[in-house]
């Protein structure tokens, strides 16, 4: 790497730490070349803007997502259900190291910056896809023992919401009680469509459709209640 994309990286590396930690509309410029050991005039060769910069650090947490986040807990954990939850743990003991000052990088600057820099909010999107993406596919992996109703994307979102409002609901409280009771309604859903999963199979054909039901078209219902009988005389 040359000493010209060596200053670059070392700013972009910075500004990622200040944004998360400070936030975007706090982190001057200046702070960043100092902080990086670049020159200021350096930044604004690279990023004329400040908003540029935004730009490429939205850009490198999209590149860096699989291989700093998600491959070593890929590479521990093969059961893809279980990779989820490792994730979700992830992000609990960043909490506990962080004091609950650092939560989800992305989650953070979408809230400060969603409205006010509508440029960046497709990139923010983009990173929420990516992350979507990962889990969507371990979903998809474990296809075969869930029920067949079950839709990978919609459920990967709910997990991407679990996972979002725990960890803010920590950091507000200062608290795990929120991010844990989140977490463990999440494993209790995945626990009972596998338990569905495990359990399900196809109806025969020509058979008794599933379940208590009667079939469509049939009168039956309820048995009738006894009539009452009066005294003998």
Request: with cysteine.
């Amino acid at each position: 790497m040359t000493d010209t994309a060596d200053t670059r990286e070392r700013i972009i590396d910075r500004a990622m730490d200040l944004f998360v930690y400070q936030g975007y509309a706090a982190t001057g410029l200046a702070q960043i070349a100092k902080e990086s050991g670049a020159h200021g005039g350096s930044v604004y060769h690279f990023f004329p803007t400040k908003e540029d910069l935004l730009r490429a650090v939205l850009e490198r947490r999209k590149e860096l997502l699989f291989p700093e986040v998600l491959a070593p807990i890929w590479k521990k954990i093969d059961d893809p259900v279980e990779r989820i939850f490792a994730l979700m743990d992830g992000y609990r003991r960043m909490l506990r190291m962080s004091e609950f000052s650092h939560g989800c990088p992305i989650g953070n600057l979408a809230l400060e910056i969603s409205e006010s820099h509508p440029a960046a909010r497709r990139l923010l999107a983009e990173n929420f896809d990516n992350w979507l993406h990962f889990v969507e596919q371990c979903i998809s992996d474990a296809r075969d023992r869930l029920p067949p109703d079950v839709e990978p994307r919609t459920l990967a979102i709910f997990v991407l919401t679990t996972m979002e409002g725990a960890v803010m609901l920590a950091r507000t409280y200062r608290s795990f009680q929120a991010y844990d009771a989140a977490i463990a309604t999440l494993r209790d859903h995945f626990d009972r469509l596998l338990a569905m999963g495990a359990t399900w199979a196809p109806p025969r054909e020509g058979g008794r459709p599933r379940g208590n039901r009667a079939a469509p078209g049939s009168k039956k219902g309820p048995p009738p209640r006894p009539r009452r009988r009066g005294p003998r005389s």
